[in-house]
């Protein structure tokens, strides 16, 4: 075959799959008219309503006119919304729309459920959701003067920038430490230096490592916000605490239930004498009064609390007298801004004097395994 021959074979090729395109488009275009047109019938039919024929700007009111609550749906899809809530309320709607039953509709998609134990799913999924944000709020996470959080360092993330600033050109050039694509990967040399440490050279990234740790557990305690006391104790828990003490130590308790043991315990709760519930009932009195008692002091301290941040805040936000003379003019941005600059880089040695304590020590590591290899070798 000639050029000529095998050219004009490809253009025909590629005509019939244009042509092909274009059907498939035409009947696509079809079939979303039929599909606006049967919608507006249905809509339109024993209402009393002119039936009119839609144009293909008339999508939202479509979607409008199915059902008002697919709208916030559709219309954003970046909200955050269960997967379930949004199947409910497409069942819903297509349920009303066609007049067919949500049961039998549900059960069409899924047949090993229905509706009330989908729905009930959905609000434990909600409930376990809710609490996880509330944990994450309640999490306190301690913090320097400067308002920067502190880490709790592992030995392998102390070493892992030490590792990356020893590479050097043979060792880009080694393939022991290129990828799958035949590039060096800084990972996969750390990985296999942190492997290849002796368990001295480890002992000391992991002591660093501990050092982190007491800092971060340190200023946890001094930071962690005072406990609310816990209310009063009725007579009724003074005494379930009492017996569930007998029941620990009594063998035919053992392998029960702590719902069984609840169970025991209200029995014998009903059947105890007055005198029983009278002693228990004092101690309850008690328990309230320590209650009042550690509230009191409690309240206290939070007011003192806030009062030694106000005076920080209004230390921090007072300015110094003004000694300048009336004469003199405003302040040169120049100065203004060496002053901020100052001031920043106050802050940023402020924020790293953990980080340096810690990591800082690059050279003295590198020194002591160099010469216990030497030692080693000798």
Sequence with gaps: MSTEQTISNTIKEENKVKKVKKVKKVKEVKEVKEV????????????GKEINMLSDDDEDTIVSSISPELIDVFTNPTKKMFQGEVCITT???ISKEFDIDLNSLFKAVNPTSTVEDFNKEIKNKKKKERKKDERKLKKIVPVDKNGVPYKKLKACEIYRPICYGNITEEDNKNEEYHNHNGKFDKNVYYRKKWKALSPKERKKYDSKSNKTKQIYNKAYEEQKP????KGPLTN???YANDIRKECKTDSAFDGKKATEIIVYIGQKWKGCSQKIKDKYSKLALKSKDDYKKRMIAYEKRQIEL?????LE???HTTKPPNTSNDDA?????SEESEEEEESDTEVVVDTVEVVETVVAEDTTTVSDSDSDSDSDSD
């Design 91 to 93: 069942l819903v709607a």
């Design 236 to 238: 009724y828990i003074l």
């Design 329 to 333: 003019g405003p302040a040169d941005e």
């Design 313 to 315: 805040k209004e230390k």
């Design 226 to 229: 005072e406990e609310k006391p």
């Design 36 to 47: 606006k047109e049967t919608l507006v019938l249905r809509k339109g039919k024993g209402k």
């Design 306 to 310: 806030i009062k030694a941040q106000d």
